[in-house]
């Protein structure tokens, strides 16, 4: 019985183990898609976003450029090397750590789903302050590529959220770019962009230099019924998902001693 169970790909214990993975919390969420495409347009729904006539409170943070960066700068000079996502959110393995092995796709974690890891009260709390402050917020990091780090194609798990960028630090020598669905945008520093990122997306980088942006995933404007489900799911995640992501973060990224 043990040799079957580890030789034989479709036996129960394998099985088992890929309906786990297959109904994470992170997967499952795409099962309510259908239900929020009443509202979004399904296959015909936008891939970038206005965000004065969507969710202007977030030009607080555009406002707040100088601030941002200031902070980030500082969680760099903490950190010699930050971890990289998947070693924080093991379910994003598959777009952060299956290209370029040797090269990080790096983040801070801000706010989970209400929950903050030590660091970013220490190290970013203008940042935190700012971003708490915004309606609807989800989770909000400091998102870096490595010098030549690419991140290959993926999907969004959940169309209840649209993703904000707001470029910290974008190279000068071959610039990266980011493409959503057959769109490709140019990032530019201190110019923001809101996109739906469960539209195929992937970052092409040849870079030689650090790429950095502060991303905050923040609710999607949807009927008020709509909004109920989406907000009974981010319970779900404040409860299940969330504390799992906040302690690896503190273990991983503590506060710098003396702060």
Known sequence: MLTLQKTDPNGLIPTLRRWRRN????KSGALLNPLFDLHTGGASRPVFHDIDREMP???????AYDTIRGEFDQVLAAYERLP?????DTDVIHSSGRLQRDRRWSVFMLTCFGRVPQAARTLAPRTLELVRDIPGVYQA???????????RAHEGPSRMYLRYHLPLRVPTVRPPHIRVKDRIHQWKERE???FDDS??????????ELRAILMI??????????????KGMATMASLHYAPRIVRTMDALVPPPPGR
């Open 57 to 63: 409170a977030l030009r607080r943070i555009d406002a």
């Open 84 to 88: 990289s996502y998947h070693s924080i």
């Open 141 to 151: 990091m400091f998102s870096i590529l490595e010098p030549g780090k690419s991140v």
């Open 23 to 26: 109904m994470s919390l992170y």
């Open 199 to 208: 539209w195929d997306h992937e970052v092409v980088n040849d870079s030689p």
């Open 217 to 230: 995933d923040v609710a999607r404007p949807m009927p008020a019924p709509l909004r109920m489900v989406a």
């Open 192 to 194: 923001s962009v809101l």
